[in-house]
């Protein structure tokens, strides 16, 4: 019998006191690495997105995201902040595919780019041929080396058209524009995609693009643009759902979900009802804002309540938290045939009433404050610290919550916390190896994750980080004009971990973390040659043979001075 939707703060409390005892129905306490293995059929992959690795924004008839206008309005920002440059001009799609073969991964998770396809975002004025050449070459690719694609439809870049047009997801007929978005990649690629995402962390995408402005397309609508952006999403993401349902499923029999990303919410102190609640609405105000509507229909209670309350403290007639009409959530409800689920990172949460007067804010409608793990190692950002076990967590809370839906992990990462050609990302590699034990675990606990992606492939341009956070599992030179390629420890180490779709044994596990050290440390040594080896190829290549011909010229003149001064 599979639990009730929405489950009420007393079913999280027992979560959490169950999780915490290390009770039977969910294995092994969490302070224990647990040895095991994954069924057969689990999926193991890497992913990327779009705009931080394709670059050539205005090449090949592509038109310009939101992402390319606002990365060159905030050209004059200091280095690594706003500034437009990653591996992306140097994309070698056909051969990352070699990279992924040599990683053994069974999927690719990659997103297509609306505005590539769709020069102003609108299908009935113009489909850029050249464009659905390139991703059904990539497609075609991963197929012959038996690599699963999962696609992506949208993963932040909205075709900058749309937004002058219709200032954007601020826009109902964005929908539509969607729909019509999605329908072309359903045929033009569905017949070999069996995996399609709408969306791609929402969360981020509005808060940040709509709330804060710290991300395209940069407007500070405190305390609402996001709520309406994020309602438009949602009525988007159920019409393609719906399209695929009714037009394509029955001839390409694929599935459609979205993907949403979440931190999960610890209380402070598990003996503090108000800190318990707390998580709750911070659990609920994340994953529950997206998936709430999709799995029942409407959003969550808690969330209704809160900013009604604050909104009718601010003086407004009506909350700013838009409605859903009786059809829209019949339509919505049941539209996805699986959860994906992205996790960086834990939070510890504490109840604290944030005053209405502040004004109009996603983060106070809340009314809780935020804490980092104060014991989990700092990683390559001050925003993550690493606590694995809220993974295991997360993944509990969404089986419970939505009815038991497959899950699919498929954003899992951490950057690195040195910057430049250090191969050897220890940090990353501990990560990857909590994360995924955590996820084991979650699988002993009955959870139906039926698949992982790590992220990145490689190091690319991070959104509103620029260069300064390097994720990849291949660092890629950027100095060079030919963005080369180099394997961090890790890849080895996950590499072992897929081939033996889990942990077999403490002995294996160790020799695994050995052997990749071993490498990296060759693979640096190998590098920092390589560096010194290019100026020295140009000394003898360029300079040393200049220098000679400018001495045989001048020998020449100096000759031909001495003859006509003898004669």
């Not at 993550?384 to 809220?390: C, I, K, M, V, Y």
Request: net charge neutral; with cysteine.
């Amino acid at each position: 019998m599979k639990p009730e939707l929405g489950t009420p703060l007393w079913g999280l409390l027992l979560l959490l006191l169950v999780c915490r005892q290390g009770a039977s129905r969910v294995g092994p306490p969490e302070d224990t690495f647990f040895y095991g293995t994954f069924p057969r059929g689990f999926s193991w992959g890497v992913g990327s997105s779009a705009f931080p690795t394709e670059g050539a924004w205005d090449q090949d008839g592509k038109g310009p995201s939101i992402w390319d206008d606002f990365t060159r309005r905030k050209a004059g920002s200091p280095p690594g902040h706003g500034q437009a440059q990653g591996p992306g001009d140097g994309y070698k799609a056909q051969e990352d595919v070699g990279l992924l073969r040599s990683l053994g991964v069974s999927h690719y998770r990659f997103s297509v780019s609306w505005p590539r396809l769709l020069p102003t975002g609108v299908r009935a004025e113009q489909v850029n041929e050249k464009g659905v050449r390139l991703y059904s070459d990539l497609i075609d690719t991963l197929l012959r080396d038996n690599i699963t694609p999962i696609v992506t439809l949208n993963h932040w870049d909205l075709p900058q058209a749309l937004q002058a047009r219709f200032s954007g997801w601020q826009n109902v007929s964005m929908a539509a524009y969607f729909r019509d978005f999605a329908d072309l990649c359903f045929e033009a690629f569905g017949d070999r995609v069996k995996y399609w995402i709408t969306f791609s962390d929402p969360v981020t995408m509005v808060e940040k693009g709509y709330e804060t402005g710290v991300h395209a397309p940069g407007l500070k609508l405190p305390g609402t643009g996001l709520y309406q952006a994020a309602h438009h999403i949602i009525k988007a993401h159920a019409r393609a759902w719906h399209s695929y349902n009714s037009t394509w499923r029955s001839k390409q029999r694929g599935l459609v979900g979205i993907s949403l990303n979440c931190a999960w919410g610890e209380p402070l102190d598990i003996s503090d009802p108000k800190d318990v609640e707390a998580a709750e609405r911070y659990l609920q105000f994340c994953l529950g804002w997206f998936a709430n509507p999709i799995y029942a229909g409407d959003y969550p209670q808690v969330m209704k309540d809160q900013i009604g309350r604050k909104s009718a403290e601010q003086g407004l007639d009506t909350s700013r938290l838009p409605r859903f009409s009786r059809q829209e959530k019949s339509f919505i409800r049941g539209s996805s045939d699986f959860l994906s689920l992205g996790h960086l990172a834990t939070r510890y949460i504490t109840a604290r009433s944030l005053p209405s007067r502040l004004g109009p804010s996603y983060r106070n409608d809340r009314d809780l404050v935020e804490l980092a793990d104060p014991v989990g190692p700092e990683l390559g950002s001050t925003r993550l610290h690493s606590a694995p076990w809220g993974l295991r967590r997360l993944l509990n809370f969404a089986q419970t919550q939505y009815g038991d839906p497959p899950i699919y992990v498929t954003e899992n990462g951490a950057p690195q916390k040195f910057y430049g050609t250090q191969l050897c990302d220890e940090q990353r590699i501990h990560y990857l190896k909590g994360h995924i034990n955590e996820m084991l675990k979650a699988r002993k606990d009955g959870v139906s994750v039926e698949g992982y992606t790590a992220w990145p492939l490689l190091d690319t341009w991070e959104w509103g980080e620029g260069l300064s956070e390097r994720y990849g599992f291949f660092y890629v030179d950027l100095n060079d004009r030919n963005t080369p390629r180099y394997p961090r420890a890790s890849v080895e180490f996950y590499r072992r971990i897929m081939a033996a779709s889990g942990f077999p044994s403490p002995r294996e596990v160790e020799s695994w973390h050995a052997k990749a050290l071993e490498t990296c440390f060759v693979s640096t040594q190998m590098l920092a040659a390589e560096a010194v080896r290019g100026p020295m190829q140009m000394v003898t290549e360029v300079v040393v043979p200049t220098v000679c011909a400018l001495c045989v010229l001048l020998a020449a003149v100096l000759l031909v001075l001495l003859l006509r001064r003898h004669g």
